[in-house]
């Protein structure tokens, strides 16, 4: 079920993912010593027609930081949040875990989570209602992500606001010489 259109404003027990280890958010929270925070966190923006970005990251993720720049350079205005409860935010704005990557967005009562790259954005905003965007993972070469030898083949995942998944985008495997 999405759980879209809250703002969170009581005590929780969070498990940060810690930077951009991927083992760390693929851990059982068992194995993660819990921290009890109070935060009052505005997740959803006011409005998409705004074009302003939330990104929910870590303070010392260089690819998040290079994804918030590159949606910069777009034509989108950006606010970047930095936390170590990015599960906490992942689990309200309902991101299932198998799509979870290394930081989540929100665009109006949308989910953007990972390195999606801006055209998939820009048509979802044209062609759907609402729902997450995905692009699970640290695809290498995906926006933020660039390597100088190219990328591996990925996909941009759609889950509607009723859970109904698909291929928004395939992204071919590119080799730079």
Not at 60 to 73: I, M, Q
Not at 89 to 95: A, D, F, H, P, S
Not at 115 to 138: F, T
């Amino acid at each position: 079920m999405m759980r879209i259109g809250f703002v969170m404003t009581t005590a929780v027990m969070v498990f940060g993912l810690g930077g951009c280890d991927q083992s760390n958010a693929e851990r059982s929270s068992a194995d993660r010593p819990p921290t009890e925070v109070t935060a009052t966190l505005p997740i959803v923006n006011a409005s998409a027609g705004d074009n302003v970005v939330t990104i929910f990251k870590s303070p010392t993720c260089g690819c998040c930081t290079k994804w918030a720049s590159y949606l910069e350079r777009n034509g989108f205005d950006v606010v970047t949040r930095d936390t170590e409860n990015l599960e906490v935010i992942k689990g309200r704005l309902g991101v299932p875990r198998d799509l979870r990557s290394c930081h989540t967005a929100t665009y109006g009562d949308r989910i953007i989570e990972g390195h999606v790259p801006v055209e998939d954005i820009r048509d979802w905003i044209e062609s759907e209602s609402g729902g997450l965007l995905a692009v699970p993972g640290m695809p290498l070469g995906s926006p933020g992500m660039e390597h100088p030898r190219g990328s591996v083949t990925y996909e941009t995942v759609f889950v509607s606001e009723d859970g109904t998944r698909r291929v928004f985008k395939h992204h071919p495997a590119a080799v730079r010489r």
